[in-house]
């Protein structure tokens, strides 16, 4: 059985482990990380813009909103409200009920 079988073998039967200390970097993009951590420090709904503004224009307007649309499209943000700005929209997003934890309940 080569390699790949083995693994392979080891997940499938649930005797495999995986090493989260390796995939986390390769699957949590920094700009992602900034984000959710943004928006948390900032306590409320907020859009990509207000979001270039707190970044002091360290990330692009459209990197955050491709980031804010991903992380929207895995539930962790949702689409809170969204508002005309020169014909376009402005869309505010803020945490899903899913990711919240209540640390009081328990």
Not at 17 to 27: C, E, G, M, N, T
Not at 62 to 70: F, L, Q, R
């Amino acid at each position: 059985m080569n390699t790949e079988d083995t693994h392979s073998a080891l997940i499938a039967n649930g005797a495999g482990i995986l090493d989260w200390s390796a995939l986390a970097p390769r699957v949590l993009y920094p700009t992602k990380v900034l984000v959710i951590e943004a928006i948390r420090w900032i306590g409320r709904p907020v859009s990509a813009k207000e979001l270039e503004r707190a970044f002091d224009g360290a990330f692009s307007l459209s990197a955050i909103s491709y980031h804010m649309k991903t992380l929207a499209d895995l539930s962790i943000l949702g689409l809170y409200r969204k508002r005309r700005v020169r014909g376009a929209w402005e869309k505010f997003y803020f945490f899903t009920p899913d990711v919240i934890c209540d640390v009081d309940a328990g």
